[in-house]
């Protein structure tokens, strides 16, 4: 029996769902694969209404969830409960502001690793620092959220929101960017605000360089790697000026695992329903711990 508006009501049974989205996380496992899909659970779990968010989980399990838009903040869904006409539900988050995520960009572009992780689709841990500098915070907090649900239930987050908030939290186990997405930034515009700024960056970088090695050239793999492919726009990057004394490589392995796979994506003949990039995650680090016995190749 159930509590609402000071009257007992009995709980009814959702109605049965076909081609439902289904949350891939079993029951008596938790929710969220990477940190920050985490993180983003704790903020549902944290508003309480445990038995209600014990049956948002069941509602995800079940493929009760008909569809789910997301978009700047804001995700729109259908949820089936007993009745006929599924239920609508709404989350909106608050989005940062334009200054906001001019000072957030400002931030970020001072640690190339943070724009490396993301091409590859991973989130850097102390990415809420840049936040913080700024000002700002990348998850919301309860203020940031407004839902609202079409149901009858009094409690929010109801049931058929919660089974929104943690099949959100499945999507950005597979897309990082989603989360800044709601906070008011795609991913294309994001990655445009960080390469106009390492631009920058990397050309001033470059010139203290020239003039502290004058003829001399090191090239670390272990320093090149937080700088992701793409971001560098000088038309002279390839130019050598003037003739080398020295040209070494040094080989290490990358910050960013298996970087290649997760910007790349799977490719076009894989079929199988199993992540490729989880799966071919162990023969790219032996791969990785291989190349260590290159050490260093040197041209006097």
């Known amino acids: 029996m159930g509590w609402r508006d000071y009257r007992y009501y009995t709980p009814s049974k959702p ?147 919660a089974a929104v908030y943690y099949l959100l939290g499945e999507r950005f186990d597979e897309d990082p960017f989603l989360i800044f997405l709601l906070r008011g930034r795609s991913r294309e515009e994001l990655m445009g605000m960080l390469r106009q700024r390492r631009a920058g960056i990397t050309q001033s970088a470059g010139e203290s360089d020239e003039e502290k090695h004058g003829k001399g050239m090191t090239v670390s793999h272990s320093a090149m790697k937080h700088e992701p492919p793409g971001l560098a726009t000088d038309s002279s990057f390839w130019e050598l000026k003037e003739p080398m004394d020295e040209f070494r490589v040094e080989i290490s392995s990358p910050e960013v695992e298996v970087a290649v796979l997760r910007r790349l994506g799977k490719p076009s003949f894989w079929r199988s329903r199993k992540q490729f990039a989880r799966l071919f995650r162990l023969t790219y680090n032996t791969v990785s711990d291989s190349i260590h016995s290159l050490t260093t190749w040197s041209k006097p």
């Open 15 to 161: 109605r049965e769902v076909k081609n439902g989205i289904k949350a891939k996380t079993k029951r008596g496992k938790s929710f969220g694969d990477t940190w920050w899909s985490k993180r983003w659970i704790s903020v549902l779990e944290s508003f309480g209404w445990s038995n209600r968010l014990q049956r948002g989980r069941t509602y995800a399990r079940k493929g009760q969830v008909i569809d789910m838009e997301i978009g700047k903040g804001k995700v729109l869904s259908h949820v089936q409960g007993s009745r006929r006409k599924p239920y609508e539900v709404t989350v909106q988050i608050d989005q940062i502001s334009d200054k906001g995520w001019e000072k957030v960009s400002d931030a970020m572009a001072e640690q190339a690793i943070f724009a490396a992780k993301l091409l590859a689709g991973d989130m850097p841990e102390d990415i809420e620092d840049a936040f913080e500098a700024a000002d700002m915070s990348l998850f919301p907090w309860e203020s940031d959220l407004d839902t609202d649900c079409s149901c009858p239930d009094w409690a929010n987050p109801c049931k058929h929101i």
